[in-house]
């Protein structure tokens, strides 16, 4: 992420596990895809995710549906060792299906991540997200509100170094 403000040190401020903390973003959005909306939920999560520690190697945009996010997460996790957030997708709506491609892709479920980030705000009883692994990968899915994806990102950033150091192999017990 060049950004004028973010200079080139790849976010290595504080002290990382063994090889620094990756992430990548995926927004999940009919309108970004059509070039109708800006993509400003992935942007504030990068900024996000950047000011916490991570290196965000890759941003992706992908339109609404079971099948785009599941190829997309499938393709973003094949080989990677970090943190995947998606953004958009989870509410009530018929294009509402990021938590099922989510689903179609996870190896296993991290309930009590996706429990957090629902407790933020009360408007987070209406997102369907759900937060899984796969391989060594983190997969969370957040509001596509700009407001809303930083606040359940936060809501569980704590915990996410160590979940991904025991993904990573490492014996911390």
């Known amino acids: 992420m060049a950004g004028s403000h973010a200079g080139h040190h790849h976010g290595h401020d504080q002290p990382d596990p063994a090889h620094g903390l990756a992430a990548k973003v995926l927004t999940v959005s009919d309108g970004v895809v059509a070039g109708t909306r800006q993509d400003r939920s992935g942007e504030a999560l990068g900024e996000t995710l950047a000011a916490a520690g ?11 549906g079971i099948e785009t996010v599941a190829e997309a997460l499938q393709a973003l996790s094949d080989g990677f060792e970090g943190l995947i957030v998606t953004t958009g997708g989870t509410g009530f709506t018929e294009r509402d299906l990021t938590p099922e491609g989510t689903r ?4 296993r479920e991290a309930p009590g991540l996706a429990e ?3 407790l933020v705000n009360p408007l987070g009883r209406l997102s369907r997200g759900v937060a899984g692994i ?7 899915n957040t509001p596509g509100s700009t407001k809303g994806c930083v606040e359940c990102f936060e809501a569980v950033a704590d915990v996410l170094p160590h979940a991904l150091a025991l993904l990573a192999g490492e014996r911390l017990h």
């Open 104 to 107: 179609a892709v996870i190896e």
């Open 134 to 140: 796969i391989g060594r990968s983190v997969v969370l």
């Open 54 to 64: 991570y290196e965000v190697v890759e941003r992706r945009v992908v339109a609404d």
């Open 116 to 118: 957090a980030m629902r």
